[in-house]
């Protein structure tokens, strides 16, 4: 296989896998990352203002009861939909038009509730919200929504982490019913996601068929699952903390202080009794729904965000039974996150674990790179001898000038020990390498490194970009130095690549050019190694009688190796005498 073939094919392949393999919606905007906040403004254009949590992940859009209308997430982290305009008012026509941006919730609300005396499409008493609070270095955007309708008092105390896609979500129900229903629609672009409930103690999980209905009563967790890839969204809700039930006295109205956020790793209170259980109703289809029914006051964690497994695995989603099953590559990554979080309990620095984490694989993989950049290696030697080849049978089509021609070429392969099976060590790597790249760009990191903020967004600066650039172009003159018309053919590929350097994750481009890098000190010390194993390639030394006027010394010719099968004579050249 070519060189030019195998770069050609990794460029087509990563063109693919940057793009998400045909996703559709907007490309990522170039610039700073967002910084998490609350924003209000009239988002639907019905009297009465919206608020908005906005951060690098998704827009979540809350109405005054803290009802969810707009659910939005980020096909690329920190691409800014929401645009501020010069008078300070805000643009929301990317979320409103919705060209290729998911409203998860489709046009419906999540966390509405319902039950005797409280109907989400009925009129309510509603109050400006409370304790709208960012808290970066914390992870936590808060907000207390109340309102009252019939008499009844809802509070609803929320928490999003704009680091990754989990809700917290405190409700209190006082002067009502014992129990109320919480509606958590989904997935509004998926036909038929898959809905499922898993109750504790339970065997396996229960999955609804078709758009049927099923109740799973006592739930350990309840789910709207797309099938699983880079632009899949998934729906999920548990139990957390200790519920409620019957009608509480007279609730004390909650402060603008947020609610304490309950950990991932946080497990249904034991043995829960009927009256204070989760219950789910899942609805399947189109209309994908879950409907917990919960008591008068319940906490409940909910993750609103990609069906990928870095982000629920970060979540502390994968131990769920049947949520997820990660597939070849997602066990090669569960093991690079894994030993990345390793490294940084002796590390205490991200950007620091990248850099030990490249060495430390491409260390690992130095036996099968370094058999691929031999064989690249002795690819370029022969290069010169294989275009003379080539020439020199130019125009002849007949049967015997292809024989001898391959007869040459199998000559050539045999006097530079070059096996062409050998190019197939190329994609040996390959599983690791995508695992890798994966791993790292859906890592969400809650640090910078150096001059960047953020290591899961781009570099605002662009400086990574250049760097990444510089250093394609350096391994592919390293690749092709032999012949430099490949070198200015495959050169504009890393042109176009650079435009996925501008937005690919910071970590993905430490890790890119660092590696790269490394790749580079290979090859060149790997193409010392072959040229000087293949300096002496057809060169024989024949010692020369004397002359007639000599006095017995010898001199060295230089004959160059026979031609198979051509007819033709050898060149002899006599060397300097010594």
Known sequence: MKTRHLISLAAASGVLLLTGCGQTGPLPTFGKAITPEWIRADFDGVAGDEFIATSNLQDVVFNARGEVIGWYI????????????????YNFSALKDQKGIVNMVAGRKALAVQGPGLDPA???????????????????????FRYTQGGITVTKTVTLHPRNFKVDLRTE???????????FPGLGKADNPRVQGYAVGAPQPATVQGAGTLVVNNIQYAALQENPSQVAHALIIRPQGPTTGGTPAATTPATSTPATTTPATTTPAAAPTAANAINATLTGGAQGLISASVPATSNLEVYGGKNE?????Q?????????????????????????????????????????VLTILLRAIMWPLMQA?????ARMQVMQPRIKEIQEKYKGNKDVDSQRAMQAEMSQLYRDHNFNPAGC????????????????????????GFLWLPDLAIPDPLYILALVYLIVNIGQLYVMTRKNP??????AFIYLIFLYFALTFPAGVTIYIILSTLIGIVQQVLINKQVERETATIGVQKVPATAGAGGKGASTTKVVTAKPVNTGKSVKTLDAPKK
């Open 372 to 376: 691929q950049g031999r064989t690249t």
């Open 173 to 183: 129900v006082s002067g009502g019913p014992g129990r109320v229903n919480i509606l």
């Open 309 to 313: 497994l870095i982000h629920l695995y």
């Open 122 to 144: 009925a009129p309510a008493q509603t109050s400006a919200p409370t304790g709208l609070t960012t808290d970066v270095g914390a992870n936590r955007q808060d907000a207390v």
């Open 315 to 355: 979540s502390g989603y994968t131990q769920l039974p049947g949520l997820f099953k990660p597939n070849f590559f997602g066990s090669i990554s569960l093991y690079i996150v894994k030993l990345m979080e390793t490294l940084y309990t002796y590390i205490g620095n991200w950007g620091l674990v990248l850099v």
């Open 424 to 447: 197939f060590s190329t994609f040996i790597p390959f599983p690791v390498l995508i695992a890798l790249w994966s791993t790292i760009r859906n890592f969400e990191f809650d640090s």
């Open 485 to 490: 018309d490949m070198f200015r053919q495959q």
């Open 74 to 89: 980020k096909g690329y982290a920190g691409t800014p939909y929401i645009k501020k305009n010069a008078d300070g008012t």
